[in-house]
């Protein structure tokens, strides 16, 4: 790429305070000084023609909201903006987090022709781990021509103070001191199923578990499920509000146990985000939940099939217990914001190389 070249990110810079992730990325990138990276302007993107735009969660960009005329509208905008910008050769890059998206959103005739236009007018794809390729060939077949590259999502050592001890953490949380703490931390949302590991945790006889729950959820009856359940719970401390990242941290360096029971999934910054904070993590066997516990190490992730039950907690508890592991941490080299950064770039240069085409 040649010096001082125009990214624009969707998200880049906005939504920092809710995951540092983008940012980190942008950062690291510009690093150098050869690349400067915006957050997405539609008309700096009809008038500026970035070289790349690189898209994130699109239908949490295109799809979100009530109206469904700003739906509409979003996506006429964003299209015909880059369609003026593609004879100054921009192009189209779209990490895919998550092979499907968490929560059906919009009207099935926006849903149609969101993914129409998005299939028609990506370049390039990036994925977040080996298994991802096979994922999005199998869910897009539109994009099978399309070159994909593996870049890693990053670490998040440098992103928190991850540095409290783990006694004064539990003793502002007021943990007992005798317990082995179970946490779900985070953003809660219905593919989370934060009630499965209630039940869970209900079902397991080992009276030492202090079961954790800490993060807002914006749906009023999965908050009501979760404070019902875990009153039935003989120990149990919620905190189901908004964490800032201070909070955050507290919560998962009090954890002995991190425990991320989704219903689906392909990759987990949550996962990450325990694992830079020093905690192991139980994630089912789905996505590429398996390939990160090979990165890791066995000591570090701990992989189920089917419900987490109690018999599985369980299992997952003496696990925890009885395993050695570096106080210092997984070994998160591969995870740095730098590699990542060098990546995306490298898969930016190979969609800038690409010949121009008409979208059909």
């Known amino acids: 790429m040649t010096r001082r070249v125009l990214i624009y990110g969707e998200p880049a810079f906005r939504t920092e305070h809710a995951n540092p992730y983008n940012a980190a990325l942008y950062r690291a990138m510009m690093a150098n000084g050869d690349v400067v990276v915006r957050d997405l302007n539609y008309l700096g993107l009809a008038f500026l023609a970035p070289k790349v735009v690189h898209l994130h969660w699109p239908e949490l960009t295109f799809l979100s909201g009530h109206r469904r005329w700003r739906v509409f509208a979003r996506l006429v905008l964003f299209y015909s903006f880059l369609a003026m910008a593609r004879p100054r050769g921009t192009k189209l890059v779209w990490t895919v987090h998550n092979v499907t998206a968490h929560e059906t959103r919009s009207t099935p005739y926006l849903r149609r022709l969101y993914r129409r236009l998005l299939m028609r007018n990506v370049d390039a794809v990036i994925v977040l781990t080996e298994s991802g390729i096979a994922a999005v060939r199998r869910e897009y077949p539109e994009l099978r021509r399309r070159p994909i590259s593996v870049v890693p999502h990053g670490h998040y050592k440098d992103l928190y103070d991850l ?130 516990r090979e990165m890791v190490g066995d000591e570090w992730v701990f992989t189920y099939r089917g419900d987490l039950t109690g018999d599985v907690l369980g299992e997952a508890v003496a696990w925890t217990t009885s395993v050695q592991r570096d106080p210092d941490g997984p070994d998160l080299t591969q995870l740095e914001w730098r590699k990542v950064a060098e990546s995306t770039l490298t898969a930016f240069r190979r969609a800038v190389a690409l010949p121009s085409r008409r979208t059909p």
Do not use: C, H
């Open 163 to 292: 540095t409290k001890p783990r006694d004064l953490a539990r003793a502002e949380l007021a943990v007992p001191a005798d317990s082995l703490f179970v946490v779900s931390a985070g953003q809660i949302r219905a593919y989370k199923n934060v009630p499965m590991l209630i039940e869970a945790v209900g079902d397991l006889a080992d009276d030492r578990v202090v079961l954790g729950v800490a993060g807002k959820s914006s749906d009023p009856q999965l908050r009501a499920e979760i404070e019902e359940g875990a009153a039935e719970l003989p120990r149990a401390i919620l905190e189901l509000d908004y964490l800032e990242d201070a909070r955050m941290a507290t919560w998962l360096r009090a954890a002995d146990l991190v425990v991320l029971p989704y219903r689906n999934i392909q990759n987990s910054g949550s996962a990450i985000l325990a694992l830079s904070a020093g905690r192991p993590v139980v994630v089912p066997a789905i996505g590429a939940m398996e390939e990160l």
